[in-house]
């Protein structure tokens, strides 16, 4: 989206005067990466520092105009109208923040990924339904539903609502990762491999506690299998986990090459050398193969 910057970069100019040097230099960035979260909350602190309330507004607005769904966004406006005494607007400004700051969308979307990654279709589409009768417009429900239509075979239309999130979200490997199955089902084969390449480039690390990463690798290894053959039976493997909630299926990864390692030990006392040594070879291979492979092609990808 392309704006004019000569009126920003006054504002910038008059920000410097009143020593605010970073949130000028962030206001001067601004046209030029209107949708980086980070710099969003920087122009929130530069639109509610301006003195002149008139500048203030004009910031606010355009802020909102570059990123409607942010709620740093709307709140700046909230500051703004709250100085001008306009209440009413005021009002209105912070119920709006309040909506795009909700987590419910966020954590209900992230359910709806996860039962599409898993198959369980009629549990996610209660969940999608009841998160659109009240957050209808928020970004992360419509990508949920995106990958709901995906799982029912709606690929172009899918596709269609995935091109429209990556345009303002064009970090975000969920996206990516939906995208990728969809052209690879479309054939569009050049388009898939551009979107699994950024969906790789993207993906967050994996963490205990970060349900949003846990998702993206679940989709991330969904895509995976769907591009490469030979991580097919991983993912025939890997979705038998995904059936847990985040802690408990790396709890449950644990324990089974746990009680891998236990029943080798008890087969060693048991059977002759050379089929132990098989048993060794078959569960090495396999624990070699399911935790590493993927990730071999994730460094690939992103080089």
Same mark, same amino acid.
Request: charged share 25%.
């Given at each position: 989206?392309?704006?004019?910057?000569?009126?920003?970069?006054?504002?910038?100019?008059? #920000?410097?005067?009143?020593?605010?040097?970073?949130?000028?230099?962030?206001?001067?960035?601004?046209?030029?990466?209107?949708?980086?979260?980070?710099?969003?909350?920087?122009?929130?602190?530069?639109? =509610?520092?301006?003195?002149?309330?008139?500048?203030?507004?004009? #910031?606010?607005?355009?802020?909102?105009?570059?990123?409607?769904?942010?709620?740093?966004?709307?709140?700046? #406006?909230?500051?703004?109208?709250?100085?001008? /005494?306009?209440?009413?607007?005021?009002?209105?400004?912070?119920?709006?923040? /309040?909506?795009?700051?909700?987590?419910?969308?966020?954590?209900?979307?992230?359910?709806?990924?996860?039962?599409?990654?898993?198959?369980?279709?009629?549990?996610?589409?209660?969940?999608?339904?009841?998160?659109?009768?009240?957050?209808?417009?928020?970004?992360?429900?419509?990508?949920?539903?995106?990958?709901?239509?995906?799982?029912?075979?709606?690929?172009?239309?899918?596709?269609?609502?995935?091109?429209?999130?990556?345009?303002?979200?064009?970090?975000?490997?969920?996206?990516?990762?939906?995208?990728?199955?969809?052209?690879?089902?479309?054939?569009?084969?050049?388009?898939?491999?551009?979107?699994?390449? #950024?969906?790789? /480039?993207?993906?967050?690390?994996?963490?205990?506690?970060?349900?949003?990463?846990?998702?993206?690798?679940?989709?991330?290894?969904? =895509?995976?299998? =769907?591009?490469?053959?030979?991580?097919?039976?991983?993912?025939?493997?890997?979705?038998?986990?995904?059936?847990?909630?985040?802690?408990?299926?790396?709890?449950?990864?644990?324990?089974?090459?746990?009680?891998?390692?236990?029943?080798?030990?008890?087969?060693?006392?048991?059977?002759?050398?050379?089929?132990?040594?098989?048993?060794?070879?078959?569960?090495?291979?396999?624990?070699?193969?399911?935790?590493?492979?993927?990730?071999?092609?994730?460094?690939?990808?992103?080089?």
């Amino acid at each position: 989206m392309k704006m004019p910057e000569g009126s920003f970069e006054a504002a910038a100019a008059k #920000l410097e005067e009143q020593g605010w040097h970073k949130e000028a230099a962030l206001l001067r960035r601004f046209p030029r990466s209107a949708w980086d979260d980070e710099l969003v909350k920087g122009m929130f602190v530069a639109a =509610t520092t301006v003195r002149d309330l008139r500048r203030a507004e004009n #910031l606010a607005q355009r802020l909102i105009a570059f990123e409607p769904d942010n709620p740093f966004a709307h709140l700046a #406006l909230c500051v703004v109208r709250l100085r001008q /005494k306009r209440l009413a607007e005021a009002n209105q400004a912070f119920d709006r923040a /309040k909506y795009f700051a909700s987590t419910l969308p966020v954590y209900s979307a992230q359910k709806v990924h996860w039962l599409c990654v898993k198959g369980s279709l009629e549990e996610g589409q209660g969940i999608l339904l009841r998160t659109q009768r009240d957050f209808k417009d928020r970004w992360e429900v419509k990508r949920a539903q995106a990958h709901f239509w995906l799982a029912l075979g709606h690929t172009e239309r899918a596709a269609r609502l995935l091109l429209r999130i990556v345009r303002h979200r064009p970090a975000d490997t969920i996206a990516h990762a939906l995208l990728m199955q969809a052209f690879w089902r479309l054939g569009e084969r050049h388009r898939a491999d551009e979107h699994l390449r #950024l969906m790789a /480039k993207h993906l967050p690390k994996l963490t205990f506690t970060d349900t949003e990463a846990f998702v993206a690798h679940a989709v991330a290894k969904e =895509t995976l299998a =769907t591009r490469f053959v030979l991580l097919r039976p991983f993912w025939w493997w890997e979705r038998r986990f995904l059936l847990l909630p985040p802690r408990r299926y790396f709890v449950a990864v644990g324990a089974f090459w746990g009680a891998v390692a236990i029943a080798l030990g008890l087969f060693k006392v048991a059977v002759p050398e050379i089929p132990f040594m098989l048993s060794v070879a078959v569960a090495a291979s396999w624990c070699l193969y399911t935790r590493f492979t993927d990730a071999i092609l994730i460094w690939w990808l992103r080089r």
